[in-house]
């Protein structure tokens, strides 16, 4: 498998087309990924006015990781992070959605990404990073407790694939206090 350099980033606005389709690749191929984009019918101009909002909060972000194939650049890997959305909450972001495309995997991208989000979240003066993942995507959850995420509990039923009922988890890393 060859070895890319990829860049990790802020997504723009301008990356609206190709992120929209990266997602959708993405949660086509992933059973532990709920399919969001297809099952609400979130077209791209939605998806473009979601992405906007995200880029213009303080405590929110969409990160990106990049590959130049052929000297063309080219996403391969996204991960969305929604703060809380007021004052009692807002120091809290949540990592709603994260993938790689199958092809770069396992060469540090999720890592990479997760490195990005936190440092992004340190620079902002947030504290808490949390995520949901399923009990049976043992790669995410690997990669999650890798970046020093640590498992606060399970949520019960929480997830349902192919008509089963499925516990996950809840995980977070606590950034305040030199931590
Ligand atoms: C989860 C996912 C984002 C990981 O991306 P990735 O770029 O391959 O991750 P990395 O290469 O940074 O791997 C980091 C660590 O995670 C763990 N990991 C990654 N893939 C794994 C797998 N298939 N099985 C077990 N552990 C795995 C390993 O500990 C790995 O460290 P190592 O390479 O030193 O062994 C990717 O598999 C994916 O897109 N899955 C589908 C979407 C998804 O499930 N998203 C998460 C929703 S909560």
Redesign the pocket.
Same mark, same amino acid.
Not at 97 to 100: D, I, L, N, S
Not at 104 to 112: C, E, M, N
Not at 131 to 134: K, S, W
Not at 137 to 140: E, G, L, Y
């Given at each position: 498998m060859p070895h890319w350099n990829f860049t990790i980033r802020h997504a723009k606005l301008e990356d609206s087309g190709e992120l929209f389709d990266l997602v959708r690749a993405?949660e086509d191929i992933?059973p532990? #990924?709920l399919d969001e984009l297809r099952e609400m019918n979130l077209g791209r101009s939605a998806f473009t006015a979601r992405l906007g909002r995200l880029l213009a909060s303080p405590n929110s972000t969409v990160v990106v990781a990049e590959i130049a194939v052929h000297d063309t650049p080219r996403l391969c /890997?996204y991960l969305f992070a929604v703060g809380g959305h007021i004052s009692g909450i807002s120091h809290c972001v949540r990592v709603n /959605?994260? /993938? $790689?495309l199958p092809d770069?995997?396992?060469? /540090? $991208?999720? #890592?990479?990404i997760l490195k990005f989000l936190e440092k992004w979240a340190r620079d902002a003066g947030l504290v808490r990073l949390d995520?949901? $993942? =399923?009990l049976g995507? *043992?790669? =995410?959850r690997?990669?999650y407790l *890798?970046a020093g995420f640590e498992t606060e509990g399970v949520l019960r039923g929480a997830y349902q694939f192919n008509g089963s009922i499925q516990d996950g988890w809840i995980m977070s890393k606590i950034l305040a206090n030199g931590q």
């Open positions: 993405i992933s532990y #990924l /890997g /959605g994260m /993938g $790689v770069f995997r396992h060469q /540090g $991208v999720g #890592l990479d995520l949901n $993942v =399923a995507n *043992k790669a =995410a690997e990669m *890798k």
